[in-house]
């Protein structure tokens, strides 16, 4: 058996074109599609029930009421990692949204009445049904242009909106919680652990001062990628 020439293995690898990254099949599409139209109607059922209860009202006093309970689902619905996105910056998105609708809203009901929750609230709510509408026509490869301006600038607003009222709303908190001592754990007990609710709050809101700033220039980032290159044309034309 003759030995091949030297270089000769190398050479006939560096020919070969690498293989293109193959999107999902047509069961993982169908099943990402499902996924993404369930989560933009969850979304859609809190924005048209605070838009019955204000009507119904004639005050946005006290919306929460209206959609708690398909708030408190949501964001419970969302996986990291299925949809395209930073696991790391979604995943934070989705634990404060999930820490600021049960821990704190749900647990201190002295806050469900604030208007900083409905800051939130509505933030969210938007956000949420352009987010799961762009993912859904990107899986069908027929997107909007309105849907992908709507993705990268929307958020420009919505995303201060959101944790001004997710800030707001925990400073609400923190008086019921060190009055009432709750989620809190005292010292003696068999365990010998402590924990100080009240306090774990304060380094919450601390914790926002490196985290968003991370998130919001992320997304302009992702702006200036998407929408750059067309906004440069207009201006030409």
């Known amino acids: 058996m003759s030995a091949a020439a030297p270089g000769t293995s190398k050479a006939a690898h560096s020919d070969v074109a690498p293989k293109k990254k193959k999107g999902p099949g047509a069961l993982a ?10 989560m ?11 838009v019955r209860a204000y009507l119904a009202r004639g005050s946005y006093h006290g919306l929460y009421y209206s959609i708690e309970k398909p708030l408190n689902v949501c964001p419970l619905c969302h996986i990291p990692g299925i949809v395209p996105s930073s696991v790391v910056l979604t995943g934070f998105q989705v634990m404060s ?13 002295e806050v469900q009445s604030e208007d900083s929750v409905l800051l939130f609230v509505t933030a969210w709510t938007v956000t949420e049904i352009i987010r799961y509408s762009f993912y859904t026509f990107s899986l069908l490869n027929h997107l909007p242009y309105l849907i992908k301006w709507a993705r990268y600038t929307f958020f420009i607003v919505l ?12 400073y609400a908190a923190l008086p019921y919680v060190q009055k009432t001592g709750l989620y809190s754990v005292t010292l003696p007990n068999k365990y010998n652990f402590s924990f100080d609710y009240y306090t774990f709050l304060i380094l919450i809101m601390i914790s926002y001062i490196p985290l968003f700033p991370q998130l919001y220039f992320h997304m302009i980032r992702q702006r200036k990628k998407v929408l750059g290159h067309v906004e440069d044309y207009s201006k030409v034309e």
């Open 97 to 109: 949204r999930v820490f600021l609708t049960w821990a704190v809203t749900h647990s201190v009901r």
């Open 159 to 170: 995303y201060p909106m959101g944790v001004t009222g997710e800030l707001l709303t925990i």
């Open 29 to 38: 599409t169908a099943y990402l599609v499902i996924y993404n139209v369930v």
């Open 40 to 50: 933009t109607a969850g979304w859609l059922v809190i924005a048209v029930g605070l």
